[in-house]
């Protein structure tokens, strides 16, 4: 069965710091990857999606960047953090077939910047 | 106007009640919905998928679709309290690769 894990599962972090949010998927292969943010009363936001190792789109410009490096790992990262930044992030993955398919969520990362 | 939207709650109701979790879409596009439970400080659930109109049943749940007036419904039968969470539902577009979520629906069911 597949499996996804995300890591750290709390932040605390300055402003202006770096940020780097890890997401591996397992049992699977070629996943589509997607980053969401929750934010109180606002819903998921998309931020990134990927289809393939090094194919990263971009849903809303900001001050975050994605990676994917392998093929199911999908990486979130920031070289300065805002207080905006602040929120719950989400790494979710479909089957590669599947575009318009269940969509599956890892357990969050909960970023506070200070 | 946001493309999806659902009544934040919170919706409070007794142990063994039946559900009505409901969300209204504007795009006209989307042709597949998904409905997500969400406990508090984890990440969402899935629970229901569904890609047409009408009605797909999965234990206690139920998930209705009717595409003419854009509305998307969650029916959860013999409620207990483990229930007790924030449904979100979702709406995609054919060949898209984005959903767009509503912001979801806390729900309380009482001993």
């Known amino acids: 069965s597949q499996t996804i894990h995300q890591w750290p599962a709390t932040l605390v972090q300055p402003v202006g710091s770096p940020l780097s949010l890890e997401c591996t998927v397992e049992?699977?292969?070629?996943?589509?990857l997607y980053w969401y943010r929750q934010a109180a009363g606002r819903g998921l936001q998309l931020l990134f999606y990927?289809?393939?190792?090094?194919?990263i789109s971009s849903e809303v410009p900001q001050n975050l960047s994605a990676s994917r490096p392998q093929d199911r790992q999908f990486i979130l990262s920031s070289k300065k953090l805002l207080l905006s930044d602040s929120g719950f992030y989400l790494c979710?993955?479909?089957?590669?077939?599947?575009?318009?398919?269940?969509?599956?969520f890892g357990e969050g990362s909960r970023l506070t910047v200070l | 106007q946001k493309e999806v939207e659902q009544d934040p709650g919170p919706l409070s109701v007794p142990e063994g009640a039946i559900v009505s979790l409901n969300c209204t879409y504007s795009?006209?596009?989307?042709?597949?919905f998904m409905w997500y439970r969400q406990y508090s400080r984890k990440g969402p659930e899935l629970l229901m998928y569904?890609?047409?109109?009408g009605n797909k049943e999965d234990g206690r749940f139920t998930a209705q679709v009717d595409k003419s007036s854009k509305y998307i419904s969650l029916f959860i039968r013999d409620s207990q309290p483990s229930d007790s969470a924030t449904y979100l539902c979702a709406g995609g577009k054919g060949g898209g690769n984005k959903l767009t979520f509503g912001t979801g629906t806390q729900l309380k069911v009482e001993l």
């Open positions: 049992g699977t292969s070629n996943p589509n």
């Open positions: 569904t890609y047409s109109s």
């Open positions: 990927s289809v393939g190792i090094g194919q």
């Open positions: 795009n006209s596009a989307f042709q597949y």
């Open positions: 979710a993955w479909r089957e590669w077939t599947e575009v318009t398919g269940e969509l599956f």
